[in-house]
T-cell receptor
Framework: AQSVTQPDIHITVSEGASLELRCNYS??????LFWYVQSPGQGLQLLLK??????LVQGIKGFEAEFKRSQSSFNLRKPSVHWSDAAEYFC????????????FGTGTKLQVIP | ETGVTQSPTHLIKTRGQQVTLRCSSQ?????VSWYQQALGQGPQFIFQ???????GRGNFPPRFSGLQFPNYSSELNVNALELDDSALYLC?????????????FGPGTRLTVL
């Protein structure tokens, strides 16, 4: 069975500082990996995804993530955080198959201080 | 282009009652998935509908059922409500049913069971 661990429940960074959100996954084959962002009152928005190929993936809003098979990780990074990045971030893993059974982590809540 | 919409926004029910939640897919999308997001948790996959047929199901009891209509809008029905059913219910639509098809999420329906 696939699973995702986001070890940090809550992270606080200063505006302009760099950010790294951790994600570890468990899946027997090559996983499909996603990062989503959820702002209060909003649905989930896809930031980026990895299926195959280049292990460094660029997404929207200046985010990137790196797939490291040896570490079973897919950490999300941003070089300079903006106050509008404050939200909850979810890592998710999916599998090739007949339907979109995506398993989400428990999320990391990001607080940005001025 | 209209995004994914859900109704109602909030709902309060009592234990044992039945509830119907609605989702309008993004134009051109033939697949809809439903997720339950309990407080402080990541979304959990309930089921997926593709071209009006259930295409996959997560670990939820049969009292969670759904429908997809010819215009690809969808309903989630929950019978015999339990306190633990209190959650944010998200629907997501996509152009196809595969794991590589991007899911677009609605803002959710907040269900409270008393």
């Amino acid at each position: 069975a696939q699973s995702v661990t986001q070890p940090d429940i809550h992270i606080t960074v200063s505006e302009g500082a760099s950010l790294e959100l951790r994600c570890n996954y468990s899946y027997g084959a090559t996983p499909y990996l996603f990062w989503y962002v959820q702002s209060p009152g909003q649905g989930l928005q896809l930031l980026l995804k990895y299926f195959s190929g280049d292990t460094l993936v660029q997404g929207i809003k200046g985010f990137e993530a790196e797939f490291k098979r040896s570490q079973s990780s897919f950490n999300l990074r941003k070089p300079s955080v903006h106050w509008s990045d404050a939200a909850e971030y979810f890592c998710a893993v999916g599998a090739a198959g007949g339907y979109q059974k995506v398993t989400f982590g428990t999320g990391t809540k990001l607080q940005v201080i001025p | 282009e209209t995004g994914v919409t859900q109704s109602p926004t909030h709902l309060i029910k009592t234990r044992g009652q039945q509830v119907t939640l609605r989702c309008s897919s993004q134009s051109g999308h033939n697949t809809v998935s439903w997720y339950q997001q309990a407080l402080g948790q990541g979304p959990q996959f309930i089921f997926q509908y593709y071209r009006e047929e259930e295409n996959g199901r997560g670990n939820f009891p049969p009292r969670f059922s759904g429908l997809q209509f010819p215009n690809y809008s969808s309903e989630l029905n929950v019978n015999a409500l339990e306190l633990d059913d209190s959650a944010l219910y998200l629907c997501a639509s996509s152009e196809g049913r595969g794991s590589t098809d991007t899911q677009y999420f609605g803002p959710g329906t907040r269900l409270t069971v008393l």
